[in-house]
Nanobody, 122 residues
């Protein structure tokens, strides 16, 4: 199983980034795929997940309206468009897979890959 994340970087507050995650080694359509993040000294936080079978989504309450998740099932790829970024969004963002949206929300993740660093400067 591989979940390859890309698209992180350094951006000023108020800016935007688009993360991509390409998955392989499991049946993409059978999973909810998305992102969690972890900042130094903090617990990991589920950011957003999408059910690749029916398109339903989950967003952390603090992120609604700023982040948008989407998927391209033909490419086994999930995207996270992050707008209006804040310094508190600084973290390593990991792509992950879970059996369902609810499992992802409850931190019951089956797969994850190496993360991509997102740094938002004030």
């Amino acid at each position: 199983v591989q979940l390859q994340a890309s698209g992180g970087g350094l951006v000023q507050a108020g800016g935007s980034l688009r993360l991509s995650c390409t998955a392989s080694g499991f049946t993409f359509d059978d999973y909810a795929v998305g992102w969690f993040r972890q900042a130094p000294g903090k617990e990991r936080e589920e950011v957003s997940f999408i059910s690749t079978s029916d398109g339903s989504t989950y967003y952390a309450d603090s992120l609604k309206g700023r982040f948008t998740i989407s998927s391209d099932n033909a490419k086994n790829t999930v995207y996270l468009q992050m707008n209006s970024l804040k310094p508190e969004d600084t973290a390593v963002y990991y792509c992950a897979g879970a059996r369902t949206i609810l499992a992802a929300r409850d931190d019951q993740l089956d797969y994850w890959g190496q993360g991509t660093q997102v740094t938002v400067s004030a």
